[in-house]
């Protein structure tokens, strides 16, 4: 899994921070990839990427603030002229369907794939055999939702010698065995996946939350996740700006993580009034609060793998 950032700023674009979209890369476990957000010309530092429209199959929307979803009509119509012609899924808060329903009929836009709008509440959005992502409300100036999204365990590693030895025979049912399923041999003798595998892999849980003050619903989200995404528009000097706004300073990111006892935190959303060089700055508010900190820059990408986070491009 790996997560790209494609903007990272708050409110309105600046020239190192276009306004909030991140992918969260899921080709090796789906072979498609999930975009948060799309503020106006994500399709254009899309471009700057490897990421194909055509792969992406759902989008969360946390809000409906323009620099979260400006670029979504935009999006949605390139990804038919992309090849895109797998269904998407759009989720996000109530009105949601309405703009788009209206903005894709007065522009004329017609979609050449089916497009499956889910207006959310509190709970589990979307669940299937491999990945579960739920979503709960946050304290912004608007209704405003963070996303928690959680992988399945994966089936411990296939323990071949055991299994030929129990008399499964070289082929796909040594397959079946490895992906977790029971299989009956020839002669009716029933092998159990877990006779033959090792333990369980965890998954990985991601918490991408919207705008929003501190709130426990974000920590609640954020309970054990191996990697925590929040918005952190202002630092301790301009504090007091993020309570009217409706948002976090970089203090607050971190006491978010901390309480849910987080493995690591990337913030985002970071307000104008900070240069890329203040980004040591920043991360020295919330390494006070929690260690394991990265600010989130334009196109950066970060690994997860092994229990581990770290930044893949330069
Ligand atoms: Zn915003
Ligand atoms: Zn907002």
Redesign the pocket.
């Known amino acids: 899994m790996q997560i790209q950032f494609l903007g990272t700023g708050?409110?309105m674009p600046s020239k190192q921070r276009n306004t909030?979209a991140l992918a969260l890369k899921l080709l090796e476990e789906r072979g498609s990839f999930w975009l948060f957000d799309c503020g106006e010309a994500t399709q254009h530092r899309m471009l700057h990427t490897t990421l194909k429209p055509r792969k992406l199959d759902k989008i969360f929307i946390t809000h409906l603030?323009g620099?979260?979803i400006f670029g979504l009509p935009g999006m949605l119509g390139s990804r038919g002229f992309l090849g895109g012609s797998g269904r998407l899924d759009l989720y996000g808060p109530k009105g949601l369907q309405e703009w788009i329903e209206v903005t894709l009929r007065i522009s004329r836009t017609h979609l050449n794939y089916e497009l499956a709008v889910h207006e959310v509440e509190a709970g589990t959005i979307f669940e299937d055999d491999s990945f579960t992502v739920r979503a709960l409300p946050l304290d912004h100036v608007m209704p405003c939702f963070g996303y928690r999204i959680e992988q399945k365990p994966l089936p411990g590693k296939l323990l071949v010698d055991l299994a030929i030895e129990a008399g499964v025979p070289k082929g796909p049912l040594l397959r079946e065995l490895k992906e977790g399923r029971d299989v009956a041999l020839e002669d009716g003798t029933v092998i159990r996946s877990r006779e033959v595998t090792g333990q369980p892999q965890p998954g990985f849980t991601v918490a991408i939350l919207g705008?929003t003050r501190f709130t426990y619903n974000a920590v609640d989200l954020s309970r054990d996740a191996d990697i925590v995404i929040h918005e952190a528009t202002f630092d301790k000097e301009s504090a007091h700006l993020a309570g009217p706004y409706g948002h976090s300073t970089i203090t607050d990111a971190a006491k978010t993580a901390r309480e849910a006892g987080a493995r690591s935190l990337i913030a985002n959303?970071i307000s104008a009034r900070f240069l890329p060089e203040d980004a040591g700055h920043l991360a020295a508010e919330a390494e006070e609060i929690f260690p394991q900190v990265a600010i989130a820059e334009d196109l950066a990408e970060y690994e997860w793998k092994n229990g581990m986070l770290r930044r893949i491009n330069p």
């Open positions: 708050a409110g909030s603030h620099d979260h705008d959303h």
